[in-house]
């Protein structure tokens, strides 16, 4: 058995180990026993005394106190502040009432100038109504102390409805026999001429038209126009009125957004129109591209509409829309858009592309659509087209338009006018009836033709006929003898626009005239000896027609 002897520890080690004992207890931070702190909480009209953990919260403290917030109460200082010894915290109580009040809406008083009135004679054309909305307001409270009151919501319960007095301005202008009627669209109200142009009376005075569309029917007896949308996703409203009656029957057809096109068939009281999709964006809308028909009678009945075109792409630039024209058989419609010209057949349902165009590049938020009518006995159509200039590498912004005939008889587009800028809108004249044969012999009866002159506009600056004005010229249906009719060279322009012919000859000579709207007024041109009188002078006037 091995026994092992245990040597002494060495003095020196002994000491040193005491030695670093000592040290290394000195560099030990003294322990410290977290202690309570003393807070003051105030809420709900009492004071309260709490002992929290020192590095409590104010949420620590309102916890201790038996205190809950809720979503809306606030604390000063905020939840999350770590408190000291002798803090104060405030709890706030936030409460929200809301309340419905109902306000007048007071009529605004408005004057019309008049000119069927002596001048200083006054007329109420209609009586003020007030109108009726709905408030509703936020109040806040902070300890049962009203903080603020808000409105949050306002709704329209009933429009107020202007007072509208006529004002007589009587002018010196010559009252003149026209025949059919003459609508136009003032101050945002419609008038009509029945007969003479001094016999003219209000007819539609809620003076919210648009004009977008406003168009006669083709006997005269009602108004197509329509009124700005007063809901929200509404740019308008599609109305029409029956002016046989006194006053006019006014008839909501139940449309919406309609921008380029609405306007009354050869049937009986038939409406075709076209639709947009209100968008906040420029230019405001999306068309739809489509088209419907609707029925009107003068009880105030509308039949449910007939979609005849589906909502479409439209084409090149086909966000902006098309256009169409009703041609006088009342069962085809001539279309225009940016990239064709065309024919649609109710009877077939199918777009006929007649004329391809090169769009133009406006450079902006709207696209140029040429202007598209037929001649009146339905075998041409006439329009504007784009045409690119020989070598001119920017085709689309090409400033070159010219008006052109689409014979439907056969043929090519004939081209009639050129360079007379983009809004030159052709307008043939009704039929008129030339003997170039009077010699009745051998039984043989005079030789008569039916011809048709042809309006159009031209711009005073055709390279940049985008902002140009225009002048009024006409030409024979075949593109000879063009003459310059209004204004007089030198004047100021005309802005574009499509004139409208009167519906049968006006003097002992049976000549056509024109009317035509310059500087806010409508001017009457006879067609042949340029002879043109103005028959307004409010400078309100923005749209017209004639039938």
């Known amino acids: 058995m091995r026994l092992y002897h245990c040597r002494p ?17 000195s560099c030990t931070p003294p322990r410290v026993t977290q202690g309570l ?5 105030s809420a709900d009209g009492k004071s309260y005394q709490v002992q929290v953990q020192a590095g409590s919260t104010v949420q620590d403290a309102l916890t201790t106190a038996g205190l809950t917030t809720g979503d809306l109460d606030r604390s000063d200082p905020p939840l999350y502040t770590v408190l000291s010894d002798g803090s104060e915290v405030h709890l706030v109580r936030v409460r929200e009432e809301y309340y419905i009040e109902q306000e007048v809406i007071p009529f605004e008083h408005q004057e019309l100038r008049n000119e069927a009135l002596s001048i200083g004679e006054r007329l109420l054309s209609q009586p003020g109504v007030n109108g009726l909305q709905e408030i ?21 319960l009933q429009e107020a409805i202007p ?9 010196p202008f010559a009252s003149l026999a026209i025949p059919g009627r003459v609508a136009y669209l003032s101050a945002g109200n419609a008038w009509i001429m029945d007969a003479n142009t001094a016999n003219r009376r209000v007819v539609v005075t809620t003076s919210d038209l648009d004009g977008q569309i406003f168009a006669l029917s083709p006997d005269g007896e009602w108004l197509l126009f329509t009124r700005a949308g007063v809901e929200d996703n509404t740019i308008n409203q599609l109305w029409a009125a029956w002016l046989e009656s006194d006053p006019p029957v006014m008839v909501d ?20 129109y076209s639709t947009v999709e209100p968008r906040s964006a420029a230019p405001g809308w999306q068309a739809n591209n489509d088209l419907s028909i609707i029925g009107v009678s003068p009880s105030g009945t509308v039949s449910p509409p007939r979609l005849e075109l589906e909502a479409n792409s439209g084409g090149v630039y086909g966000w902006w829309g098309m256009d169409f024209r009703w041609s006088v058989d009342g069962v085809r419609l001539a279309y225009a858009r940016p990239d064709s010209i065309g024919i649609y057949d109710t009877r077939q349902d199918v777009l006929q592309p007649l004329l391809s165009l090169q769009p133009y590049q406006t450079g902006g938020d709207w696209a140029w659509v040429p202007g598209v009518s037929w001649s009146p ?11 690119v200039i020989q070598g001119d590498e920017a085709v689309d912004e090409s400033p070159q338009f010219d008006v052109v005939a689409i014979p439907l008889t056969g043929g090519a587009p004939v081209p009639l006018v050129a360079d007379v800028g983009m809004f030159a809108y052709p307008e043939p004249s009704p039929l008129s009836s030339t003997v170039i044969s009077s010699t009745v012999a051998d039984g043989n009866l005079p030789v008569i033709e039916n011809s048709y002159q042809v309006a159009y506009l031209q711009a005073i600056f055709p390279d940049e006929s985008n902002n140009s004005s225009y002048r009024l010229y006409v030409m024979d249906r075949d593109g000879s003898n063009h003459t310059g009719l209004f204004p007089t060279e030198g004047a100021v322009g005309i802005e574009p626009q499509r004139v409208v012919w009167s519906p049968a000859t006006m003097t002992e000579n049976n000549q056509y005239f024109i009317g035509v709207l310059y500087q806010g007024n409508i001017w009457l041109i006879n067609s042949i000896t340029n002879q043109a009188q103005q028959i307004t002078g409010d400078g309100l006037t923005v749209r017209m027609d004639w039938r």
């Open 136 to 156: 509703t307001y936020l109040r806040v409270f902070e300890d049962d102390v009203e903080a603020s009151n808000s409105i949050v919501k306002t709704e329209i």
């Open 37 to 41: 702190i003393s807070v003051s909480i």
């Open 9 to 25: 520890f060495p003095l020196f080690l002994i000491i040193g180990f005491c030695l670093l004992s000592i040290l290394l207890g």
């Open 253 to 272: 057809l139940g449309v919406t957004n309609v921008v380029h096109f609405a306007d009354w068939g050869s049937g009986l009281s038939v409406v075709g």
């Open 377 to 387: 006995d339905g075998n041409v159509i006439y329009t504007v087209q784009h045409t």
């Open 163 to 171: 007072e509208i007095d006529m004002i007589g301005s009587q002018t």
